[in-house]
């Protein structure tokens, strides 16, 4: 269980701390920077963070999931994060496969006004999935108090 609970803890932190650095590091950080610089700069940072996500999700379906129906760990902080949590890799899947395909096919072609609007797709969802990440980190943490 205390294995468990890790994994999904550092499966959390790598998700939502990417999200929070991006978007509030490296995104003003960037904002100087042409498009033609700063666009397929993003697409490299996406590259590798998505991966990271991948795995994240993963794990987060597998522990959480695991600690639920093999040691009964319920409440309803439980059902918040699960109904959060898969809010959020709706909306990943959605931004992966629709926004961030196309940020990717702009870039190849060089329409650097199509991929900005196609990054401010991305960015969008993005804030709104950091809002529902940081929630979901705060239920995760005092949740099982709620009951007491």
Known sequence: MTLLLALHAIA??????????????????LLPFDEKVRLPLWRRVFTRFFLWVWVAIVLLLVTGY?????????????????????????????????????LQAAID????VAGARHLAQIRMTVALNLA?????????????????
């Open 66 to 102: 695991t600690m639920f129906l093999r040691y009964g760990v319920t409440g309803i902080h439980v059902h918040m994060m699960q109904a959060s949590g898969v809010l959020m890799i709706l909306l990943f899947l959605h931004m992966f496969f629709a926004p961030w395909r196309r």
């Open 12 to 29: 959390a932190t790598v998700w939502v701390g990417g999200m929070f650095f991006g978007y509030f590091a490296l995104r003003p950080a």
């Open 132 to 148: 529902l990440g940081l929630i979901t980190v705060v239920i995760g943490a005092s949740g099982r108090y709620w009951e007491y």
């Open 109 to 112: 072609t060089q329409d650097f």
